[in-house]
Each structure stands twice: as structure tokens, then as C-alpha cells.
């Protein structure tokens, strides 16, 4: 028997001001994003910002329905409409947050584990780290790669393996 342990890097940021300015860009987008949110449901209005290698940004915010499972994620709604319209662009960063009653929760939200999928699909399809961004009000998350976040993950290695 062995035992195996999974590390996860995570860069925590007191300040939005420690940051470059491409992260910034996208995190402001991110915050713009979420304030067109469709939430009726949960009032969890949450918003993310693609950016490409090309320098090109795409955002997104969750799209909920009286269905309740037919809604879908923020990350997935940008992700999707990102590899939707430039198939062969690889992304390379993602900045997430969530707003409940106009207001930045202070705590970053992580990816539920479907977006994390779909963003590791994507960075093993370009083969290139996407860099993952968590806005709270009060700490920002950097993870390097969606490979971090999903440990021990399904792909399509495992197809042929
Ligand atoms: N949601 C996201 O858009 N992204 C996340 O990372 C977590 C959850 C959405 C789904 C649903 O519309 C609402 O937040 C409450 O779960």
C-alpha cells in the first residue's frame, strides 16, 4: 500500500493593487459581468472574464431558469461562448466573483466541480496552463492551472489508458 498526497498552490493577494494590469482588466470585467447576471432563483449573481492569447476578452455571468438544472454557471457560459467563437484560441486566464444584494462577497467563490472540468478540458486541449482568478472583497486567489483545482480528474488520457 502507499499513500499519495495531491498539493495545491494557491496565491492568496490582500490587495487588488499587488496585481498586474492585464489581471486587473479582467477582474474589473468580471465585476461588470456579474452585474448582468441572470439570477432570479438564487440572487447569487456571479461573473467571469476569459481572456485569450490573442488579448481578446469574453465574459460571462450565470443564466439561471425555473428548470433549475437548465441554468448554467458563469465560468461555463464565458468558457463555452470563448471556445464557441475562436476554436482555436487557447484561453489564458479566467477571473471569477459573485455579488449578493449589489454587494462583492468578501470571500472569493471557487468553481463549482463542472466548471472545473471544462476549464481543464480546455487547458489540456490547447495544452497550456489557464490561470485561474477568485475575486472576494476582502482576498483575491490566484491558482496556476485548472489542473490544481481537479486532482485525480477525468480526461481523455483516461479513454486509452
Ligand atoms: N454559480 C456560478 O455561476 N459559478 C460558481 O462558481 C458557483 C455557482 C451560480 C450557479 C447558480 O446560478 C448560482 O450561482 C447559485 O449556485
Do not use: W
Not at 466548471?115 to 486567489?141: A, D, T, W, Y
Amino acid at each position: 500500500m502507499r499513500t499519495k498526497e495531491i498539493k495545491t498552490i494557491i496565491h492568496e493577494y490582500d490587495s487588488i493593487d499587488e496585481l498586474s494590469k492585464e489581471d486587473i482588466e479582467i477582474i474589473n470585467k468580471a465585476k461588470q459581468a456579474a452585474q448582468k447576471a441572470y439570477a432570479p432563483y438564487s440572487k447569487f449573481n456571479v461573473g467571469a472574464c476569459v481572456l485569450l492569447e490573442t488579448g481578446e476578452t469574453i465574459q460571462g455571468n450565470n443564466q439561471e431558469n425555473a428548470a433549475y438544472p437548465s441554468g448554467l454557471c458563469a465560468e461555463r457560459v464565458a468558457m463555452f461562448y470563448a471556445n464557441a467563437e475562436y476554436p482555436d484560441v487557447p484561453v489564458k486566464t479566467i477571473a471569477v466573483c459573485a455579488y449578493v444584494n449589489s454587494k462583492l462577497l468578501n470571500e472569493p467563490v471557487p468553481p463549482c466541480g463542472s466548471c472545473r472540468q471544462v476549464l481543464l478540458e480546455s487547458e489540456m486541449r490547447f495544452h497550456l496552463p489557464i490561470k485561474i482568478i477568485l475575486i472576494g472583497e476582502n482576498k483575491i486567489l490566484i491558482i496556476d492551472n485548472a489542473k490544481q483545482l481537479l486532482p485525480l480528474n477525468f480526461n481523455s488520457n483516461n479513454f486509452s489508458s
